[in-house]
């Protein structure tokens, strides 16, 4: 009888190496669930960077390379001019996507601007005003974020018998470059690169009277 009893119930020994044998599968479990979200939240970052990239690299391909030679003053008192180039910042005159509700021709800025993080590349636009002062606040929109920085340059025509070359900035009071290359440094962890851009612009003649009367 003493030994069908003991039979029917388990020690307390038993039951304490059940639980720890629960627990290391629940320990396992908790393990493998954990690595699968890491795994999918790192894909998709992956796919939101590469959309972002994609999608960035598409509006400058399209946008600056409409780029008119329309004059265009930002300040009274200063010369009308058709593009503004530098290392870090191009203004140009062109129309926006259909899809942004805004149609006509306006002054773009795209920029890389320092902040508390990084580098971000911006664009600021504001209605086209011909050749009358720009007034009014610039609509700003982030289109990149977490960039260690970068560059951009300008295609200028042969001249006196030498090739084209590029340069660090476009000074020239009216004409546009004959294309813009542009090169960022991203700082952001996911293997997405941001390729390096020529963007040929159909309204540019690479040459222009520099300000002051020079060529």
């Known amino acids: 009888m003493k030994g069908g009893r003991r039979q029917n119930g388990f020690t307390l020994l038993e039951i304490l190496l059940a639980l720890v044998l629960l627990a290391f599968v629940m320990l396992g479990a908790w393990g493998a669930i954990r690595g699968a979200t890491r795994v999918t939240h790192a894909a998709d970052a992956l796919m939101a960077r590469s959309e972002s990239v994609r999608t960035v690299q598409q509006f400058?391909?399209?946008?600056?390379?409409?780029?008119?030679?329309?004059?265009?003053?930002?300040?009274?008192?200063?010369?009308?001019?058709m593009f503004l180039g530098q290392p870090t910042s191009m203004q140009y005159v062109a129309p926006l996507p259909m899809q942004s509700g805004h149609a006509g021709l306006y002054l773009?800025?795209?920029?890389?601007?320092?902040d508390g993080s990084g580098v971000t590349l911006q664009l600021a636009y504001q209605p086209y005003a011909g050749d009358r002062p720009t007034t009014g606040k610039p609509v700003t929109h982030m289109l990149l974020t977490d960039l260690h920085g970068g560059k951009f340059q300008y295609l200028a025509a042969a001249a006196f018998g030498k090739p084209a070359a590029w340069r660090d900035d476009w000074q020239t009071s009216n004409g546009l470059p004959l294309a813009v290359r542009i090169h960022l440094d991203p700082a952001w962890r996911t293997r997405v690169r941001f390729p390096e851009m020529l963007i040929p612009l159909h309204g540019g003649e690479g040459i222009g009277m520099r300000i002051g009367g020079g060529r």
């Open 108 to 114: 773009q800025t795209v920029s890389l601007r320092k």
């Open 60 to 81: 400058l391909r399209h946008y600056v390379s409409v780029a008119e030679p329309q004059p265009w003053v930002q300040v009274a008192g200063t010369r009308a001019r």
